[in-house]
């Protein structure tokens, strides 16, 4: 049984056709795409696939956990299919998102732990969404 089915399985989501190659698309991509950017990919496998069904699959598996949807901006939102704690950092010229893997990965728990002791929230989730420009960007300067 393939990854994905147990881990829809896991989480009480009917397994259907769409949600499996959204889901596919989405973890098959190291780009954090949007809504649009999957479906468009989906879409060319998937022709009578609707947009609404991407996002809505693409929220559930979110609300489930499953995905990680990053907010970039205002009602600009990014997917993750790895879902253990990292950050990322977004260039501010091209908007590609990438992930920063290490050290920062202990410090986003560590900020959970935190809050939680030490004052009167229980956090769910830490987000940390770093701003630069990448490589590409700075040699066009």
Do not use: W
């Not at 990854?3 to 499996?20: A, D, G, S």
């Amino acid at each position: 049984m393939e990854e994905h089915i147990k881990l829809f399985q896991k989480h009480n989501l009917r397994v259907t056709p769409q949600r499996e190659l959204i889901y596919k698309v989405l973890s098959s991509s190291k780009e954090h795409p949007t809504v649009e950017a999957i479906f468009d990919e989906v879409k060319k496998l998937y022709p009578s696939i609707s947009l609404n069904t991407v996002y809505k699959a693409l929220e559930m598996f979110a609300h489930k956990g499953i995905v990680k949807r990053l907010i970039v901006g205002i009602n600009i939102y990014r997917f993750d299919a790895n879902i253990y704690p990292h950050a990322h950092i977004m260039c501010m010229e091209c908007k590609q998102v990438d992930d920063i893997d290490g050290k920062l990965s202990g410090f986003t728990e560590d900020i959970k732990q935190e809050v939680n002791i030490n004052s009167d929230y229980e956090v769910t989730s830490v987000d940390i969404l770093l701003y630069g420009s990448c490589k590409k960007c700075n040699a066009r300067g």
